[in-house]
C-alpha cells in the first residue's frame, strides 16, 4: 500500500537556525497536507499542497512539492521557540485516506 | 462551535475489558476518522466513515469495532482490550473532497491497558 517517509525523525537546532523536514511517497499524490503538533495536543493543519511544483509561503514557513508530486519539504526560517512541536506530512494518492508520515519532532533550544 | 470533542480523556483498562471512545463533532462534517498514535509511529488510521450509517476500514483494524449511526457521532469500540491498544486515540473529521480537505482533529483520548 501506499507510503508515506518522513526524514528526519528528530531536529534539534539552536533558536534561529533554520530547519528542513522532508516527505517522500511511494506514490503519485494527488495533494499532501502538513500538520503541526504540540507537545501533549492534538495536530492542527498547516497547508494542503496540490499542484506539482507548487509553493507556498506562511511568515517564516515555506512548503514546497516536487514536480512529480511524490515529495514535499517544509523549511523554516529563523527559528524560535514557538515553532517546536511534532511536524508531519500526509499525502493522498486518488480518493484513497490520508497517509500520515511519522513525523519529524523539532526542539528548538534558546 | 466545540468543533470535534472526544470522551473519555484519559482511561484505565484491564486486559479483556470492553469500552468505547465517542467522537462528536458539531461542523456538520460528512467525513470521520479514528487514529491511533504511538511513539514513533505517527498517525495511523483505524476506521473511518465518509457518511451517517456508513464506516470503512483502515490500516489498523484488528480489535476495533465503529459505527456512524449520526452524521455528529463516530463511535470507537474495544471488545476485548489488549496491552497493545495503549495508546493515544485521535478523532479528526473533514467535509468533502473539492470542498477543502483540512482535517480537524479532536484532543484526543489516552488509553492505558494493563
Known amino acids: 500500500g501506499q507510503q508515506v517517509m518522513q526524514i528526519p525523525q528528530y531536529q534539534h537546532v539552536q533558536e534561529g537556525e533554520d530547519f528542513t523536514t522532508y516527505c517522500n511517497s511511494s506514490t503519485t499524490l494527488s495533494n499532501i497536507q502538513w500538520y503541526k503538533q504540540r507537545p501533549g495536543g492534538h495536530p492542527v493543519f498547516l497547508i494542503q499542497l496540490v499542484k506539482s511544483g507548487e509553493v507556498k509561503k506562511q511568515k517564516r514557513l515555506t512548503f514546497q512539492f516536487g514536480e512529480a508530486k511524490k515529495n514535499s519539504s517544509l523549511h523554516i526560517t529563523a527559528t524560535q521557540t514557538t515553532d517546536v512541536g511534532t511536524y508531519f506530512c500526509?499525502?493522498?494518492?486518488?480518493?484513497?485516506?490520508?497517509?500520515f508520515g511519522k513525523g519529524t519532532r523539532l526542539s528548538v533550544i534558546a | 462551535n466545540a468543533g470535534v470533542t472526544q470522551t473519555p480523556k484519559f482511561r484505565v483498562l484491564k486486559t479483556g475489558q470492553s469500552m468505547t471512545l465517542l467522537c462528536a463533532q458539531d461542523?456538520?462534517?460528512?467525513?470521520m476518522y479514528w487514529y491511533r498514535q504511538d511513539p514513533g509511529m505517527g498517525l495511523r488510521l483505524i476506521h473511518y466513515s465518509v457518511g451517517e450509517g456508513t464506516t470503512a476500514k483502515g490500516e489498523v483494524p484488528d480489535g476495533y469495532n465503529v459505527s456512524r449511526l449520526k452524521k455528529q457521532n463516530f463511535l470507537l469500540g474495544l471488545e476485548s482490550a489488549a496491552p497493545s491498544q495503549t495508546s493515544v486515540y485521535f478523532c479528526?473529521?473533514?467535509?468533502?473532497?473539492?470542498?477543502?480537505?483540512?482535517?480537524?482533529f479532536g484532543p484526543g483520548t489516552r488509553l492505558l491497558v494493563l
Open positions: 500526509a499525502g493522498r494518492a486518488g480518493n484513497t485516506p490520508l497517509v
Open positions: 479528526a473529521s473533514r467535509r468533502p473532497s473539492g470542498s477543502g480537505e483540512t482535517q480537524y
Open positions: 461542523m456538520n462534517h460528512e467525513y
